[in-house]
């Protein structure tokens, strides 16, 4: 067995939504360690260029690209600049997320909150793969990851607009997986648990890490660099019979905001 290229991505190129801040940015920094030219693609252009500094300043390759995903001419022009900059497109990690932290109620929230919510989680990563399609299957070499959580399989309160839309991004990634195939194009998902970025930031409590800890056997919550490890897996060509799957990142339990 030649285990030499398993990892290598050597050629490739990566674009990565939201990939400034949090598991982007570890995805982004992974990415450009084993090799690949990455686009770290985000609506904070500022944050976006600091981290494809970094990058460069570590030995890699990346620009920054401005792009709300819930523009499309945004999307369009991601990836024409991508085509324009690296002349590939092999890998593709819809990162950009968001909603939920217990702000969803029903009593709450208007039907309009509710679509921005699919919008951005859904719509945008659906857009997105129907534009790189083409190009990775000129490449020869297709990886789409799209981020979903543990809220698209979990139960809770006043969540249902960014949860429903997690649990769209796993059976859409399943199904997605039969159209994109033969074209050589895997298409993955990863459902992070409570991991330490921003966005955490915003709900976490002492009170309610020491909650979510009674029902994680791996007593910590998760890293950034956790997430990246298995993004990295399934950009690389050791999964390379591996697609329409989701798999659970969460120190092997669940957390919840209303432990
Ligand atoms: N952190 C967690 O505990 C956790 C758990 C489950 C799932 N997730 C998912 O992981 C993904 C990343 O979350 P994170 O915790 O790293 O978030 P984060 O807030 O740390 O970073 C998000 C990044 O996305 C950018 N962004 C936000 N909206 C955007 C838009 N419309 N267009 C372009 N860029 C945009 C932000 O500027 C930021 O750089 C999301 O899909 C989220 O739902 C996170």
């Not at 770290?40 to 494809?52: G, H």
């Not at 990863?190 to 007593?219: N, R, Y």
Request: some cysteine.
């Amino acid at each position: 067995m030649d285990t030499s290229k398993f990892f290598d991505l050597k050629g490739k190129t990566a674009i990565v939504t939201g990939g400034a801040n949090g598991i982007g940015k570890a995805s982004c920094e992974i990415l450009a360690a084993f090799g690949a030219n990455v686009v770290v693609s985000d609506y904070n252009l500022e944050d976006a260029k600091k981290t494809s500094k970094e990058i460069n300043g570590n030995g890699g390759k990346s620009i920054a690209i401005d792009c709300d995903v819930t523009k499309d001419e945004a999307l369009v022009n991601l990836v024409d600049k991508t085509m324009a900059e690296f002349g590939s497109i092999e890998i593709l990690v819809n990162n950009v997320g968001g909603g939920g932290a217990g702000k969803e109620s029903p009593y709450d929230i208007d039907v309009e909150q509710f679509k921005k919510v699919f919008e951005m989680n859904v719509f945008s990563m659906w857009r997105l793969c129907q534009l790189v399609a083409p190009h990775m299957e000129k490449a020869g070499y297709g990886s789409i990851i799209n981020m979903s959580s543990m809220a698209s399989i979990n139960k809770s309160p006043a969540i249902s607009a960014y949860a429903s839309s997690k649990a769209a991004i796993n059976h859409m990634t399943r199904n997605l997986a039969f159209d994109y195939g033969p074209a050589n194009i895997r298409i993955n998902a990863i459902g992070p648990g409570a991991t330490k970025t921003h966005a955490l930031s915003t709900v976490l409590t002492p009170e309610l890490e020491k909650a979510m800890l009674k029902h994680t056997p791996i007593k910590r919550l998760g890293e950034a660099e956790d997430i990246a490890g298995a993004v990295l897996y399934f950009a690389a060509p050791i999964s390379s019979w591996t697609s329409g799957q989701v798999i659970f990142v969460n120190g092997g339990g669940e957390q919840t905001l209303d432990m």
